[in-house]
């Protein structure tokens, strides 16, 4: 399930995916996922914020890898409650690159 692409910086992608497949959401948990690629530089740093408060528990980010192109790509995940996602609470994550940031919210309600 797809719902946030956004371009920033130098051609940096930001990809924000909901739960996926559908019936990922009859578990207790889900998943969130935030996709950075074709950043420019190595230094990336993601965070997450569930209503506008920061979070680190169930947070995983990997190691920022270099691309045969020599850009660089990174993931993040957020575990959250299944419940949370149906309630259409806002989640977000925050991607930083050098001086250079951008913030992207994901809700239940903007996801197809």
């Given at each position: 399930?797809?719902?946030?692409?956004?371009?920033?910086?130098?051609?940096?992608?930001l990809i924000v995916t909901g739960p996926s497949p559908p019936e990922a959401l009859k578990e207790s948990q889900a998943t969130l996922v935030c996709l950075a690629e074709d950043i420019s530089v190595a230094l990336v740093h993601v965070s997450w914020t569930v209503n506008g408060r920061s979070v680190t528990d169930g947070v995983w980010s990997s190691a920022?890898?270099?691309?045969?192109?020599?850009?660089?790509?990174?993931s993040s995940s957020l575990t959250i409650d299944s419940s949370d996602w149906t309630d259409n609470v806002d989640f977000?994550?925050?991607?930083?690159?050098?001086?250079?940031?951008?913030?992207?919210?994901?809700?239940?309600?903007?996801?197809?």
């Open positions: 399930m797809k719902c946030v692409t956004v371009v920033f910086g130098q051609g940096t992608k920022t890898e270099k691309q045969q192109d020599k850009t660089f790509k990174m977000s994550c925050q991607v930083s690159v050098g001086s250079k940031f951008t913030k992207k919210s994901i809700k239940n309600s903007q996801c197809y």
